[in-house]
């Protein structure tokens, strides 16, 4: 593992195991204490006063970060969120079969953006954060092959966005993809662990 300066607490506020599998793989020597946010209320208020996607998502990873870090001082907080964007819609987790298979259908042969926004915090003030879009273009799937993927994929795929996880099957679903794999996965792990290196945090 990566030892960080003078033993300094990284915190991963998040429950999503890809972030911690990704930011573990890396060797950074981190704790997960998940952020309970009412994502949908936010979410909804941001679809009512038209905000941004890249504003709702840096404001969403920098939420988590900031309510955990209140409960831990001087610990190095990750917050980090991400939305599907494909013709002005906003996508958000699936939740079950039947989403999953609504997704995946608008999805089909388009191209759509994953916003994905990471941000650090410390005694509850953002002091960096980043965005980035890559893009992915679905090719087109009919009926059979989207029963076909949801039967084997089973309900792993219900927590994300877009019904997918591009590191399994979900790569069936794709023509290509451009932008960084680490950040479509959820997390931007290369400037993350850039800032890190800066800041003396971890080794550089």
């Known amino acids: 593992m990566i030892n960080n300066k003078d033993e300094e607490k990284i915190i991963l506020a998040s429950a999503s195991k890809a972030r911690s599998l990704i930011l573990r793989g890396a060797g950074v020597n981190f704790n997960i204490y998940p952020a309970d946010v009412d994502e949908s209320a936010l979410k909804n208020e941001a679809k009512d006063k038209q905000y941004f996607v890249d504003d709702l998502v840096l404001n969403l990873a920098t939420i988590k970060a900031k309510k955990i870090s209140r409960k831990q001082p001087d610990a190095i907080v990750i917050g980090s969120d991400q939305l599907l964007e494909c ?26 953006t994953l916003v994905t926004a990471v941000a650090v915090v410390r005694d509850e003030k953002r002091i960096w954060s980043h965005i980035e879009k890559p893009e992915l273009c679905m090719r087109h799937i009919g009926d059979d092959f989207i029963n076909y993927y949801l039967d084997i994929a089973k309900d792993e795929v219900y927590d994300c966005v877009g019904a997918y996880r591009l590191e399994g099957l979900g790569s069936q679903l794709f023509d290509r993809i451009t932008g960084d794999y680490f950040t479509i996965l959820r997390l931007p792990l290369l400037p993350l662990l850039n800032f890190l290196r800066q800041q003396g945090i971890i080794k550089a």
């Open 87 to 112: 013709g002005g819609k906003w996508y958000d987790k699936t939740n079950n079969r039947e989403n999953a298979k609504k997704q995946l259908e608008e999805l089909s042969g388009k191209i759509h």
